[in-house]
């Protein structure tokens, strides 16, 4: 008796006392609620719907990896990687993109030639610009295309996704530059650059997106000690950018003539774009030879693709403005990388790759902006049909309705309360846009039928209970047909 | 030339030397290839489907939490979770379950009533056991409603819904057992157990599934200083199983009806056992008083699904196979936690909840198994059409019949090679079930024409090249039809 006392007791005020502590989630991260769900989904299944088409498989890997499997292969950004704490056992690091996991697995698994998709969150310790949909914890779309092929027949197909699926997410008007790792690398060659000096200079032209050329030229002979005659001459380079009369120009560049490198590259890029025409997507395609790309596993064509709503303007970093001048606009991006795989097999055995990588996270900023600008009622549930109670003491009677819809697969939803009130009941099919709603009563107990109701037009009928389910889906799939 | 020619070496020998290193997952981890992800497509897609079809909504949450987020609400369980590594800022843990990141976000966004679903993976350092489904990374499917509602109502959906997810994925039979956190702790005040030792009896209690009977009792009065006659009362109940019969004459129990908490329960107990006859569930179902469940935040209602192809074989810890005995048939699990949004309220404010939870990585060993067992070819691709070059130099017409694929929304696929072999071509329709394939050669470029073959059937037939896609389109609607 006492026990019950204080069990009681102890059951209204709960067992635990309030706390304080933060309640958030970790910087740079967000939960997505239901209509963000709904959104996110959307845009998944018009990405997945293209890899598809295009013939590719999934795979998953864990979001963890073996630190050292991703040591030395992010160059500078191996500092945004989180680290696990060492708890006894491997030492573990979050996956930092989607490539060096599916290098890891190619390997591992002896795969010689694979096409296939990957959605999944990556994680980078970077400085989060969330209104602009920069998140430390974020998804990446990769599609990849592994195998020894024929000269960019893989790789124009990758650009033809990004154009299929940006235009079908009618996120408004992009480009996708191009470039090549061995054009750049040919060209700083002709300029003059110590081989040594190639990545750390790629580097410095990879910001001419956010700056201006000055600053990019002061860096190359300031910090990463260039001769200034070198520098001016990628100068010269860097401003080439249009399409296969551009290329045709710089074959015809004496000094890019001397540089194999350069050259192959050149051809490759020309290959490119014709495929591109026969892809029908040449407009949306420019090469552009300040194209560098960040990551250091690049070797051949790279690509990158820009919204123009959202164009980068570059600010000088003495203004103190860099962090807002980032190319915002950049939601897909990709290239060639051979050497990858390479480097996780024991003899060095190379699978040559080229994928491309959808920027997912500032394309839903895109889409709920719009969402919420359009003021769209977005549904976040399929439910068809709620069951009402017209009158008290009638829950069984629900219960048994329900049961029959669920089993015959319609989607249905009725109250938790015992005896909830009409008018509840046909404010919350409204306000959640279910378009059909069972009414049931004593009368209609008595007339062994329900009265099937059209939310939206507020028509109602009566239906014998034996031909609920029927008539149900012939009014589901006429109001689907509209 | 020089450097070109160190450059071409370059190329040759690969930019990096061979290295050596493990090249493995992560322990208690494992990669997904595309085989394993059409199964795991599949169950999800049969989950979702259900979750849906009762009207819920989904939302998703960070893979991480901050560790005082996830602190205090495990019990001895706390120690399996991973903590990432202090590397300035906050200090985070990954996520050990959906349900306490779902809590904070309730209380976070001060949400009184929802209902969601969320599929996620969720991080546990346990012992793995990956040939049974024990992983260390492993998903959650997670169902859930929040809010005050009448009792039993959502309670019984939960128990519905496990229903038709284990029907529908044709695993085998299963039973749901369901017990009472109230009618448990009610029935251990009426054995005379101290009310602060509930919870650590309760545990001992949660072993029944996997060890005897005697073993249970001694770890009571040995391990945690149960006087021996409780234990014995104890072991009285726990013995108890079956449908409303049992609840019946549990009620008429003296030493029960004296406890307000037991006798609660077993009204609810009853409650939920009757709306499960109204759902056609009931035969399902089984009451059992030894059920208890490991995690300390249950409040009300609980309940396990276990596959009768894999139940429990108690063993003694003596024999050393402990390890073994685990209740590898338990597939879903959950029950009503009413006070856990409330830790997260600087108020304590409460929101009921009751939800379950898919053990989704058994289903996956059960169904990879199957798959393997009936050698039935699973596609891992859903390619329509595959384009053929029947001579060589067709690279650019084959380009284009493609694009013209693609952009009619016809899933196709070519050789990446430039001249691919015929044969190779064909096989490679055969191998991956791609049903139709486009021909192209020179006499039907001349004829403006193409053919198209059944990859079955190997029947052929001309098809004029403007009436390509509205042909192929005609054909899958066929083969679909079939």
Redesign the interface.
Known sequence: ?E??K???LKAKL??????????????G??????IQ?AI??GVFNTIIKCF???????????????K??LT?KYGEDAKLI??????G??L?S?RYDLTVPFA??L???KINA?K?YHIA?V?R?DNPAMTRGRFR?FYQCDFD?A?Q??PM??D??CV?IVV?ILSQLEIGDYKIRVNHRKLL?GMF?ACGVP?DKFRTICSAVDKLDKTFWADVRAEMIDEKGLDPQAADKIGFFVKFSGGLDVIEELLKDASLA????AVEGLQEMKLLLQ?CE???IADKVVFDLSLARGLDYY?GVIYEACLQGYTHQPTSPASGQEEESVTVGSVAGGGRYD?LV???????K?VPCVGVSIGIERIFAIMEHKALATNLKIR????EVYVVSAQKNL??HR??L??EL??A?????QS???NPKPLDQFQYCESNGIPLSVIIGQSEIENNEVTLKNTLTRVERKVSRDALVQEIKKELAQLKSQ
Chains 1, 2 share one sequence.
């Open positions: 008796q026990v019950a204080l069990l009681e709960g067992d635990e006392p309030a706390k304080k502590f933060d309640l958030k989630c970790p910087k991260t967000r939960d997505y609620n239901p769900m996110r989904e598809k088409r295009h013939g590719a498989e999934t795979i998953d890997t864990p979001v963890f990896e073996l050292a499997t030395g989180y680290d696990l704490k060492d708890q056992g491997e573990l979050l890891r697995y390997a591992m698994n694979i296939r969150k994680y310790r914890e295309i195998g092929y024929d027949l893989p124009a197909e033809k299929e690398d060659a081989e001397t540089q194999k490198e495929y026969m892809y029908k070797t050497n390479g480097m996780f097999d024991a003899k060095g190379k976040t549930t399929e439910t829950v069984e219960l048994r329900c049961q669920w089993d697969d319609i989607k249905t939803e938790y309360k015992k």
